[in-house]
């Protein structure tokens, strides 16, 4: 499993890193990306990938129910809430 992969899982499984990302979330300076707030987020808790890895499992989740997602789409979210934000995109809860 890659290193978003398990990323991802873990967010999926465990509502105590879910609930310490939208704290992150809270406070991270939001003239960063979103991505790119969720990458450091998953660093701080030890995880290691970089910003085109999220991205890349991001598309190829979202290609596997039939939603493309384009660079753009990465800018556009409001936060990354793991339903309808970044971290959905990563965990497949578009």
Do not use: H
Not at 19 to 37: G, H, I, K, W, Y
Not at 76 to 86: K, W
């Amino acid at each position: 499993m890659s290193e978003v992969g398990r990323f991802a899982a873990d967010l999926n499984g465990n509502w105590k890193l879910r609930a310490d990302a939208e704290q992150f979330e809270a406070r991270s300076n939001q003239n960063v990306p979103p991505l790119a707030r969720a990458v450091a987020f998953a660093a701080r808790k030890g995880y290691s990938f970089t910003f085109d890895e999220a991205r890349d499992y991001a598309k190829a989740k979202g290609e596997e129910i039939g939603q493309s997602l384009s660079d753009g789409d990465f800018d556009r979210v409001a936060g990354f809430p793991c339903a309808g934000g970044v971290l959905g995109m990563i965990t497949g809860d578009f």
